[in-house]
């Protein structure tokens, strides 16, 4: 089979830009540390930026995961593969879920201690981000795949 790139929509390249912002802000700095009290993971204060592969541990894996699914299904896509579901939906649902993560850990329960020396830094808002896009690309696509509903009363 020929890889057809003509065959990916707009929502399809806005996914999986998301999917490789995603994987890119894993190697970026997540977290800082203020005082020399501050201990995450490998990194110690003070002063010092933790990427989110040294502060994530198992964390760094499934968003990883996650970022690879828009480029999976742009893949299959511009290989002209039929898929058993409709287009984007399962890449929203992961999207989401890498949203959640990245939500969790840095702001509901971030890593290391004291907590109130560990702040969040450009690398978890540039996940915010890549998950948005991985979402809205996904929806995007999801919404072009639907089938047309018909008003009541029209068979």
């Given amino acids: 089979m020929k890889l057809e790139l003509k065959a990916l929509n707009r929502g399809e390249m ?49 968003i990883l995961l996650a970022a690879i699914a828009p480029v999976i299904l742009a893949w299959v896509i511009a290989r002209g593969h039929a898929l058993a579901w409709p287009r984007g939906e399962l890449t929203a649902v992961v999207a989401v879920i890498a949203i959640v993560l990245t939500l969790f850990r840095g702001v509901i329960d971030p890593p290391g201690s004291p907590p109130e020396e560990i702040n969040v830094t450009y690398g978890f808002f540039v996940a915010l981000v890549g998950g948005l896009l991985i979402l809205a690309g996904s929806v995007w696509r999801s919404q072009e795949s639907a089938q047309q509903r018909k008003p009541p009363g029209v068979l």
């Fill in 14 to 62: 806005i996914a999986t830009v998301g999917g490789l912002v995603l994987a890119l802000s894993v190697f970026l700095a997540w977290f800082s540390l203020g005082n020399a009290n501050a201990q995450l993971n490998s990194c110690a204060g003070p002063n010092i930026n933790c990427s989110g592969w040294n502060s994530l541990s198992a964390f760094r894996y499934l």
